[in-house]
Structure formats: C-alpha cells, structure tokens
C-alpha cells in the first residue's frame, strides 16, 4: 500500500509494532493477481531468486514409506511460470526493499487510539506523540488493532474454520529433501516439512479443534504445549520436530479464521488485506490478496482525486465478490486439509494422487487458483 501510495505522490507512514522486518515464518505459494502485481512493481526476478521451486507433495506413513503424492507440475501446466513458492517473510522484506527508503517508517510502535473529524485523523500511538493524518489504513492482519478501534471486536467479523495451524523454522535439521514437500498425518491432524537454504529447514503443523483455544497470541510456552500435546503420540519424525522446536523463538501459531465484514472502510479509515477479507491459509492466497487489495485501493485513491469518498466505495464494489467467492472455495476446502478421520485421510491421499492429471487438479484446485478479476491500469502520472 506504502509503495502505490508513494507512487501516486501521496505521503504514507508505515507504523509497525515490531522493532524490524519480521524474519522466518512459514512458506507460501504465490500466483494470481498478487503475481501480476509484483510485476509491476519490478519484483519477479528478486522473487524467483528467494522463490523455491517444489517439484513433489509427498504423502509418507508413519514408517516415512511414501503412501501417495503428485508432481507439482499439474500446478505448473495451470499457472504456467507465474507461481513460485517463498517464505512469507522474504516476500514482505522484498516489497519493503522497493520502498527504497522513501517511505517514514516507524517500527516497534503501535496505534492505540483513532479520533476522526472533519479534517482528518488523530493517530495516539503506544510510545510516539500523537499526529495527524489525512487517512488510515489497517493493514494489521487477522487481529487488527485499527479493524478493533475503528470497528469493533474481532468476535463480531472472524469466522473459525475448526482449525489451527503453527510453523516454525530451524538450523541443522538432518532430513534434507530440497524439492519435495513432505506431509505426514493422522485423523484430524498433519505435520509437513520442507528443507530451505543454508542449511535450513520450516515445518508446517494443522490440526482441527471444535472450539478456540484459549491461549494468548505471543504466549510462545503455552502454544510449545499444546503441540506437544497434539503430536507427541505421533509416529514419522514428530518426536524429532517436536524436539526441534524447543530452540525455536519465531513459532507462528493461529486460528485458521476468516475475517467477513459488510463494509471495509468506515469514514477516513479503511482495511486492507487479512485485516478485513482474510480468506484463511486454506485459500493459499493472503499475501497475494492483500498485495492486490492495496493496489486497488491506492490506485482508486490515484484516480478519485484523493477524494476518500469516492475511493473507498470502488475499492470494495470492485473487490469485495472476488473475495467472497475465494472465502466460499476456502471452506468448502477445509474438509480435506486435515481430515478428521482414517477413513477420510484415504480418500483425500487418493485425490491427492490423482492430482497429477491436470484435469483432476483443475477439478479440485481450479476455483481456488482462479482470479475471476481484470487488475485495473491506474494512471502513474
């Protein structure tokens, strides 16, 4: 949003609770819309650089023996060369990169309190002095704190999906199998790895849950827990990970949740991304939303003149059904994402060996990797 802003001749400031760019976390794929935006911003070849390219999902027992799998190239038939796979974190450092210093930057801070007026915004921050602002833009993701000041409780937009999911990232894990992504599961739970660069290696936990747990956002001892006490049974190389995971500080631990607002902006603030259309991890395409949400809303800004008004409304008119229809193909895909029973975990593995035909894999992903939207041209000028 900062670099279309800037682009544009406004004058954004980034606020950023952390005190830097956020590092490891988990790994994306990235496509569609997001894609084409990236591209416009001069991105691709930085992002094919970080990228990684996965040639196989490989589904293994509790013996590590492959049971099912499929080449990642029915993907590839679809998407053609625009789908990379990359670390959330790399994607953010590369669009923060294009900002080239630019852009008033103010990390380890955090917005407390919003006051609107007929002039503009006044901004208190958690450490700064208090300042004005002709507009604010949430972009805070599924706990947004301006989406909770401006809007309301996050319990009144977020709809639970059953699910849970953690990840985390370390050195030296033996195991080293660069191209394959490799899940193992059991009724109502999985755990899948991938090995990184230098020597690394992420890993990906889900596993369903009937209601919220009751667990703080940065409490990382109680989360260690309670996948201790979900995994610990396991067989694979779970009791291995979940040793793994006691060196670990950068755990990423969340409800798998969407976010499903009537209106995303409400008079001089308004929401982008997970903050007010998050689709949940199971649609695959966050990031890649979010980076089109941004452009949207900032070329609207561009082209009304800066007239808020105006901006806001095209924004959600020309976004808001493309989201709708991505969160619809979301749920109804949470069923396979960690089935609940054995029964159904052979029925999903048998799906997913299919998937190497690209039409069974444009049967059960086609909905989800459509982008049914013509990316509006925004005058630069």
Request: net charge neutral; hydrophobic share 40%; charged share 25%.
């Amino acid at each position: 949003m900062a670099y279309w802003l800037q682009q544009y001749g406004f004058e954004p400031t980034l606020i950023e609770r952390a005190p830097a760019l956020r590092e490891g976390g988990y790994i994306i794929d990235f496509w569609g819309l997001g894609f084409d935006v990236a591209e416009k911003m001069g991105l691709l070849p930085a992002l094919k650089n970080d990228g990684y390219a996965i040639d196989e999902v490989r589904l293994v027992n509790e013996q590590g023996k492959r049971i099912g799998g499929f080449s990642a190239h029915a993907f590839q038939s679809m998407l053609g060369e625009r789908y990379l796979s990359i670390l959330r974190s790399d994607l953010a450092k590369r669009i923060y990169e294009s900002l080239d210093g630019r852009v008033k930057t103010i990390f380890g801070d955090s917005i407390t309190a919003i006051e609107q007026d007929n002039d503009g915004v006044r901004v208190a921050f958690k450490h700064a002095a208090p300042e004005r602002f002709d507009l604010v833009i949430g972009a805070g993701g599924l706990h947004s704190p301006v989406r909770k000041l401006v809007f309301g409780p996050e319990g009144r937009f977020e709809k639970y999906l059953g699910y849970y999911s953690a990840s985390f990232s370390i050195d030296g894990y033996p195991p080293r199998e660069p191209r394959a992504y490799v899940s193992y599961a059991e009724p109502g739970r999985q755990v899948s790895r991938y090995s990184l660069r230098g020597d690394r290696a992420v890993f990906f936990f889900v596993f369903s849950r009937e209601t919220k747990l009751l667990v703080g956002q940065h409490d990382l001892k109680a989360q260690k827990d309670i996948l201790r006490e979900v995994f610990g049974e396991d067989g694979w190389e779970c009791p291995d990970i979940l040793k793994a995971m006691e060196t670990c500080s950068d755990l990423y631990f969340d409800s798998v949740s969407q976010i499903r607002m009537d209106t995303w902006s409400r008079g001089r603030v308004a929401l982008i991304g997970d903050a007010c259309f998050c689709p949940s991890l199971l649609a695959g395409q966050g990031s890649a939303l979010a980076m089109t949400g941004a452009y949207v809303l900032a070329g609207e800004l561009k082209k009304a003149g800066g007239d808020y008004h105006i901006a806001f409304r095209n924004y959600e008119q020309l976004f808001h059904p493309l989201i709708i229809r991505k969160q619809r193909a979301a749920e109804r895909f949470s069923g396979s994402f960690a089935p609940k029973t054995k029964f159904g975990i052979f029925v999903r593995n048998q799906v997913i060996r299919l998937m190497s035909l690209p039409f069974v894999a444009n049967l059960a992903m086609g909905r989800l990797l459509s982008d049914p939207l013509t990316l509006p041209v925004y005058d630069s000028r």
